[in-house]
């Protein structure tokens, strides 16, 4: 659950002038500070296990299974990951149910939010109306605090100038030192980017999107582990009916419970590559679902 503040206090003059007299001595303004409504979002338990056989962890060959432990890990924060982002379970590619009042950050941006860049105008240009779309709705006061891409827009990125040509892109969020191709945070017009291949939402059984960057004002998006990723490993369980100590093998399960909220999804904007020719056709929705060419391509 989440709160938010509805009244921001403000500060005015004192005084009725400028000079000492006209300052110093006079009652201060008051202001206030107010919550909103209270906020709620439905937390997820996420969970894998993996059946191995005894003989493979006391042989342990080339260390793997000494790797299981990180690499079970690594797939509950892709799977978190793709459920904040996208709202889409990464073993079966289909919405996480009953998170319908959560969001995601790209899977609920409305359409006129979802843009595309192609290689004919300047990308500086192109990103540059989507900072717009957020920053010019006064009524909302959002602001743009930075970007999240997707490792393949890396170059694209790291290649573009602005009209005096300058790069618009250097390693660090500081703006220091030369393009590190391996870096996974930069800064594109002084503005944080982040790399994940969350971005577009292909991670294991999704389908995902073309999106490849996310812009906008990330304090929108809560999120939260409610406790932290566990390993167990099990040489009593039973599996899918299957008896762990009958058939000599150990079960190992890493499991935990995440929560994400995004607060106001017209507080971001995605960009899709578009292609050859095509210069203004709006990008496709989260769920769009397209497969991807090769099963390397994330």
Same mark, same amino acid.
């Given at each position: 659950?989440?709160?938010?503040?509805?009244?921001?206090?403000?500060?005015?003059? &004192?005084?009725?002038?400028?000079?000492?007299?006209?300052?110093?001595?006079? !009652?201060?303004? =008051?202001? @206030?500070?107010?919550?909103?409504?209270?906020?709620?979002?439905?937390?997820v338990k996420f969970a894998t296990i993996v059946p191995v056989s005894e003989e493979f962890l006391r042989a342990?060959?080339?260390?793997?299974?000494?790797?299981? %432990?990180?690499?079970?890990?690594?797939?509950?924060?892709?799977?978190?990951?793709?459920?904040?982002?996208?709202?889409?379970?990464s073993l079966t590619g289909e919405p996480i149910q009953g998170t319908d009042a959560n969001g995601s950050v790209?899977?609920?941006?409305? +359409?006129?939010?979802?843009?595309?860049?192609? #290689?004919?105008?300047?990308?500086?240009?192109?990103? =540059?109306?989507?900072?717009?779309?957020?920053?010019?709705?006064?009524?909302?006061? *959002?602001?743009?605090?930075?970007?999240?891409?997707?490792?393949?827009?890396? #170059?694209? =990125? /790291?290649? %573009?100038?602005?009209?005096?040509?300058? !790069?618009?892109?250097? $390693?660090?969020?500081?703006?220091?030192?030369?393009?590190?191709?391996?870096?996974?945070?930069?800064?594109?017009?002084?503005?944080?980017?982040?790399?994940?291949? %969350?971005?577009?939402?292909?991670?294991?059984?999704?389908? @995902?999107?073309? &999106?490849?960057?996310?812009?906008? +004002?990330?304090?929108?998006?809560?999120?939260?582990?409610?406790? /932290?990723?566990r390993i167990k490993v099990s040489d009593q369980a039973v599996v899918r009916g299957v008896s762990m100590w009958?058939?000599?093998?150990? /079960?190992?399960?890493?499991?935990? $419970?995440?929560?994400?909220?995004?607060? +106001?999804?017209?507080? *971001?904007?995605?960009?899709?590559?578009?292609?050859?020719?095509?210069?203004?056709?709006?990008? /496709?929705?989260?769920?769009?679902?397209?497969?991807?060419?090769?099963?390397?391509? #994330?």
């Amino acid at each position: 659950m989440i709160r938010r503040a509805s009244t921001n206090p403000e500060a005015g003059q &004192v005084g009725v002038g400028t000079k000492l007299v006209e300052r110093e001595g006079h !009652l201060k303004p =008051l202001s @206030g500070f107010a919550y909103g409504e209270e906020r709620t979002f439905s937390p997820v338990k996420f969970a894998t296990i993996v059946p191995v056989s005894e003989e493979f962890l006391r042989a342990n060959p080339d260390g793997l299974y000494s790797e299981l %432990a990180g690499k079970l890990s690594g797939a509950i924060s892709r799977a978190v990951e793709l459920a904040a982002f996208h709202n889409r379970n990464s073993l079966t590619g289909e919405p996480i149910q009953g998170t319908d009042a959560n969001g995601s950050v790209i899977g609920s941006i409305p +359409d006129d939010h979802k843009l595309q860049v192609n #290689a004919t105008d300047s990308l500086v240009e192109q990103i =540059l109306t989507g900072y717009d779309l957020i920053v010019s709705a006064e009524q909302k006061n *959002f602001d743009f605090t930075g970007f999240a891409a997707h490792p393949q827009f890396r #170059a694209k =990125l /790291a290649t %573009a100038r602005d009209r005096l040509g300058n !790069l618009a892109y250097a $390693t660090g969020v500081e703006s220091k030192g030369p393009v590190n191709l391996t870096a996974q945070v930069g800064s594109f017009l002084g503005l944080p980017v982040a790399f994940g291949k %969350a971005v577009s939402g292909r991670i294991g059984n999704n389908a @995902g999107t073309d &999106v490849k960057l996310i812009g906008g +004002d990330f304090s929108q998006f809560a999120y939260g582990f409610a406790d /932290a990723i566990r390993i167990k490993v099990s040489d009593q369980a039973v599996v899918r009916g299957v008896s762990m100590w009958e058939t000599n093998q150990v /079960a190992v399960l890493a499991e935990c $419970t995440f929560g994400w909220y995004v607060n +106001d999804p017209t507080a *971001f904007v995605a960009w899709e590559l578009a292609t050859s020719g095509d210069k203004a056709k709006p990008a /496709a929705a989260s769920g769009g679902r397209k497969p991807a060419k090769d099963p390397e391509q #994330a």
